[in-house]
């Protein structure tokens, strides 16, 4: 009988789920989107049942289509948005609330109290982050104080928190198993960097109770087997978890320290394998947790931008210059240059190494000649300049040069922004033959903890590259794209 390990990419529009065997062949995948709410203006939320039926749906569609047995599968991964904050009855399963997205802002007058009260070098050395409504933490607190009830249920053990993973892991088990990963947990602001356990003054800081958390386990074993769950069979193990930047660089097969990925999702996000050292940056990053594997910690350094893949869906529903996300190629591409314009797609703001969640949009260089072709180009060059910032900070942490980005996720697909990634940063850009390398990762977490793979160098041995981009611009020209870059970027902070 063959066998085939389930992933489950629980993501911030959608999620997908892949059958993959032992070669690491994609044997097929479904996606299912769903609702985002906006209640007010920087406020996101998801309602945790559409995302359940979401999963569902597509584990439903995934066996349909590729004609597998369920009894085939071997093993389920789970890899999701990270700092999404999802609340629900531990007896019921039943969500308490909606869940707060990592987009949303609303926490900011909770991380500004914090600041002014000297919190922050606290924070960031224990968990490695900034203050900033991004993280869990201070969501966690916001539900609890504004749901009247709900702080009272939570002391007394009634209410569940976790990330999505967490979320998934209950519902796949009937409510059993109440479990994350350190790659999640160190997303929280709750979580020590060093003992990889909840922090009692963090947590008291934040006024989160210790009971509603849930327990932190390796990236790689079994936490529980499914119960209950339509289409499955019980009795298959759950046995991999890692938030998705982390899962997609376990997919990319950067196992060692220096090797660095680039994911193109909603938003950008470049971590960087620092191997057992926590690096302390002085740019503004963050220091997270890559994984941990039969005892062995592995770190990670990260940058994100909070809008990337979100921006091209700016232009395709808010301007609605395109009228799906795959047209923007073909449009940039009817002209050889965004003749000075410039986009910073700081839509929620900006991410690392600036963390200004008042920062908004700027759409610069216009002149009567300029077309929505200008415009798209423009918002792909965004996207990577974005990025140029990330990895900059990065060599300046290291203080050396990084010598190739390993891409991924939707928007990699884009030949023209590939190679405007390359020639801005001046750096190789290789690109997989699967791009789904988050649930890749998920599925190669999840088969090594029950023996699929026995180690990781199998799993690297079946990885494939896809194409490789090399930097072409003239230097000239590369430097007065980035005094561009940064003159719009200064616009953009000035309040």
Not at 86 to 106: S, Y
Not at 152 to 158: N, Q, S, V
Request: with cysteine; proline share 4%.
């Amino acid at each position: 009988m063959a066998e085939y390990v389930l992933a489950i990419d629980q993501g911030t529009t959608g999620t997908t789920v892949l059958l993959i065997d032992h070669d690491l062949n994609i044997i097929s995948k479904t996606n299912q989107e769903f609702p985002q709410y906006y209640p007010k203006p920087g406020w996101v939320e998801h309602d945790l049942n559409e995302i359940w039926s979401s999963v569902l749906h597509s584990v439903q569609r995934v066996l349909e289509e590729s004609g597998i047995k369920s009894t085939e599968i071997v093993s389920i991964g789970i890899t999701n948005q990270r700092e999404t904050t999802a609340l629900w009855n531990k007896k019921t399963g039943e969500p308490v609330a909606k869940a707060i997205v990592w987009q949303c802002r609303r926490t900011e007058p909770i991380c500004e109290k914090l600041k002014k009260e000297k919190k922050e070098p606290l924070f960031q050395k224990k968990s490695g982050l900034l203050l900033d409504p991004y993280f869990s933490g201070t969501k966690i607190k916001w539900v609890l104080d504004e749901i009247s009830g709900l702080r009272t249920k939570a002391l007394k053990g009634e209410i569940a928190f976790g990330a999505i993973d967490s979320f998934l892991l209950s519902k796949l088990t009937a409510g059993s198993a109440h479990m994350t990963d350190p790659s999640n947990a160190s997303r929280t602001l709750l979580m020590n960097l060093h003992s990889l356990q909840w922090d009692e003054e963090l947590l008291k800081i934040l006024t989160v109770p210790r009971q509603i958390l849930p327990e932190i386990r390796s990236s790689s074993e079994i936490y529980g087997k499914t119960k209950n769950v339509p289409n499955l069979p019980d009795g298959i193990p759950i046995s991999g978890m890692a938030g998705d930047q982390q899962a997609a660089l376990f997919g990319q097969v950067c196992f060692d320290s220096g090797e660095a990925k680039c994911t193109y999702g909603t938003g950008s996000f470049i971590l960087l394998n620092t191997g057992s050292k926590i690096v302390r940056s002085k740019q503004k990053l963050l220091s997270t947790v890559a994984w941990q594997l039969n005892g062995k910690t592995t770190y990670a350094l990260e940058g994100s931008a909070f809008i990337a893949g979100a921006a091209v869906q700016w232009l395709r529903d808010g301007l609605k210059i395109i009228r799906s996300s795959g047209e923007i190629e073909a449009l940039a591409k009817t002209v050889d240059s965004s003749e000075g314009v410039v986009f910073v797609p700081a839509l929620t703001g900006l991410g690392a190494p600036y963390w200004r969640s008042d920062a908004r949009g700027i759409l610069s260089g216009l002149v009567r000649g300029s077309t929505s072709a200008h415009i798209a180009r423009a918002t792909l060059e965004g996207i990577a300049f974005q990025n140029h910032d990330l990895l900059d900070a990065m060599q300046k942490d290291l203080d050396k040069k990084i010598k190739a980005l390993k891409v991924d996720g939707g928007a990699a697909q884009n030949d023209l922004l590939m190679q405007f990634q390359s020639d801005i940063l001046h750096t190789r850009v290789i690109r997989p033959k699967h791009i789904e390398t988050t649930a890749i990762g998920a599925a190669c977490l999840s088969g090594l903890g029950i023996g699929f793979w026995k180690d990781l160098s199998e799993i690297k041995r079946a990885w494939q590259k896809e194409k490789e981009f090399v930097p072409k611009m003239n230097p000239k020209l590369q430097r007065t794209h980035l005094l561009r870059w940064k003159e719009a970027i200064r616009k953009c902070l000035l309040d």
